[in-house]
């Protein structure tokens, strides 16, 4: 068990106390499961609104353990953040707007979340002296890379080059955080992962959509000619090293997060029919995305050398592993497409619109 920090103001140890913002999400989901299992001792808050995409049913094992508790808040609300905030050590900050399409089709909520509820959790950080804020974002902020050459990678000191209101508004976190960092002293931390994937991933995006279609004999849509290239990160991998900055890392770091798994839309639809034992004849061809980016790949050495990570879940695994999960877990996803599910979101959707 790591020992939790002194806590200035009382003088005595006690375990740590983290909020964690949207915690009923994919990645939010994952990582408190994933730190209740590990730090027993510690207790999480888990603040989230509950938008289309949070399911407070990826919590229901640990909604009993006296060391969980849920707050229904908008991190946009100052009044909701100060009642999850207050009492805790740290803040891991996932809460987002993160689907590409849906910014290309309504951007403002995407600016609305990412930039201002990120500065509204900043400005209750430094309020109540948070001793640690961690902000997760994505490999999208610094554009697109080359498809032919493979040597080429982001790094932690790679220019930003957003390319979609979705990457542009998470940029914008990045710089906010960086300032908070740098003009008030707050003590922060920011990661840029690839593209996560497994347990829990509502089924808008690649990896389930493609799972949950080919158990269902529907077709696989793939953007354009399907050769745009991302990186893949087993999402338990990506808690893991989240675990590592929380406790390791430099304040003021910024963490590269990749699973060095390269792979084009044509080559994650073949491992999923092949897993599944669906025809490859339900691979289909869409119009492709707006300013669509060809490559995203990321360099994970300065993760790797300084705090001695990297990820152990190679790209094969992690497909036998989300296709089981979802093969075993197919009342969980068959409720979420269904037209009430759909509709009740729709409708929830609606209501965020700015």
Same mark, same amino acid.
């Given at each position: 068990? =790591?020992?939790?920090?002194?806590?200035?103001?009382?003088?005595?140890?006690?375990?740590?106390?983290? *909020?964690?913002?949207?915690?009923?999400?994919?990645?939010?989901?994952?990582?408190?499961?994933?730190?209740?299992?590990?730090?027993?001792?510690?207790?999480?808050? &888990?603040?989230?609104?509950?938008?289309?995409?949070?399911?407070?049913?990826?919590?229901?094992?640990?909604?009993? +353990?006296?060391?969980?508790?849920?707050?229904?808040?908008?991190?946009?609300?100052?009044?909701?953040?100060?009642?999850?905030?207050?009492?805790? +050590?740290?803040?891991?900050?996932?809460?987002?707007?993160?689907?590409?399409?849906?910014?290309?089709?309504?951007?403002? =909520?995407?600016?609305?979340?990412?930039?201002?509820?990120?500065?509204?959790? *900043?400005?209750?950080?430094?309020?109540?002296?948070?001793?640690?804020?961690?902000?997760?974002?994505?490999?999208?902020?610094?554009?697109?890379?080359?498809?032919? &050459?493979?040597?080429?990678?982001?790094?932690? &000191?790679?220019? #930003?080059?957003?390319?979609?209101?979705?990457?542009?508004?998470?940029?914008?976190?990045?710089?906010?955080?960086?300032?908070?960092? /740098?003009? #008030?002293?707050?003590?922060?931390?920011?990661?840029?992962?690839?593209?996560?994937?497994?347990?829990?991933?509502?089924?808008?995006?690649?990896?389930?959509?493609?799972?949950?279609?080919?158990?269902?004999?529907?077709?696989?849509?793939?953007?354009?000619?399907?050769?745009?290239?991302?990186?893949?990160?087993?999402?338990?991998?990506?808690?893991?090293?989240?675990? *590592?900055?929380?406790?390791?890392?430099?304040?003021?770091?910024?963490?590269?997060?990749?699973?060095?798994?390269?792979? &084009?839309?044509?080559?994650?639809?073949?491992?999923?029919?092949?897993?599944?034992?669906?025809?490859?004849?339900?691979?289909?061809?869409?119009?492709?995305?707006?300013?669509?980016?060809?490559?995203?790949?990321?360099?994970?050495?300065?993760?790797?050398?300084? *705090?001695?990570?990297?990820?152990?879940?190679?790209?094969? /695994?992690?497909?036998?592993?989300?296709?089981?999960? #979802?093969?075993?877990?197919?009342?969980?996803?068959?409720?979420?497409?269904?037209?009430?599910?759909?509709?009740?979101?729709?409708?929830?959707?609606?209501?965020?619109?700015?």
């Amino acid at each position: 068990m =790591i020992s939790s920090n002194l806590n200035p103001k009382s003088q005595v140890l006690s375990p740590r106390r983290i *909020l964690v913002t949207g915690g009923a999400g994919f990645i939010g989901s994952n990582f408190i499961l994933y730190m209740m299992e590990k730090y027993p001792d510690y207790e999480i808050v &888990n603040l989230d609104t509950l938008t289309y995409a949070g399911n407070l049913e990826n919590l229901k094992s640990v909604e009993s +353990n006296p060391n969980y508790s849920f707050v229904h808040g908008d991190i946009c609300n100052t009044d909701d953040v100060k009642k999850a905030m207050t009492d805790c +050590n740290w803040v891991v900050h996932f809460a987002a707007e993160s689907h590409v399409d849906r910014s290309i089709t309504g951007p403002a =909520i995407f600016v609305k979340t990412n930039v201002i509820g990120t500065q509204v959790l *900043l400005d209750v950080a430094r309020e109540l002296g948070i001793e640690r804020f961690h902000h997760v974002s994505t490999d999208e902020v610094f554009g697109t890379l080359s498809l032919e &050459n493979k040597s080429e990678l982001f790094t932690e &000191n790679t220019p #930003y080059s957003p390319r979609s209101p979705y990457s542009a508004s998470k940029a914008g976190s990045d710089h906010l955080v960086r300032a908070y960092i /740098e003009t #008030y002293g707050l003590k922060a931390t920011i990661s840029n992962c690839t593209n996560n994937y497994g347990p829990y991933q509502f089924p808008e995006k690649v990896f389930p959509l493609f799972i949950t279609n080919a158990m269902q004999d529907k077709p696989l849509p793939i953007y354009g000619s399907g050769k745009a290239v991302r990186d893949y990160l087993y999402v338990v991998d990506h808690c893991s090293a989240i675990d *590592l900055i929380l406790h390791k890392g430099k304040i003021g770091g910024t963490y590269c997060i990749s699973g060095d798994s390269e792979k &084009n839309g044509l080559e994650v639809a073949d491992a999923i029919l092949k897993a599944l034992g669906k025809p490859e004849a339900l691979k289909t061809f869409v119009e492709d995305r707006k300013g669509h980016d060809m490559r995203y790949a990321m360099d994970h050495t300065k993760i790797t050398r300084e *705090l001695g990570w990297q990820p152990s879940v190679t790209f094969d /695994e992690g497909i036998k592993k989300t296709v089981d999960w #979802y093969l075993q877990n197919r009342s969980w996803w068959e409720r979420i497409i269904s037209k009430e599910y759909l509709d009740t979101n729709r409708a929830k959707s609606n209501k965020q619109k700015v």
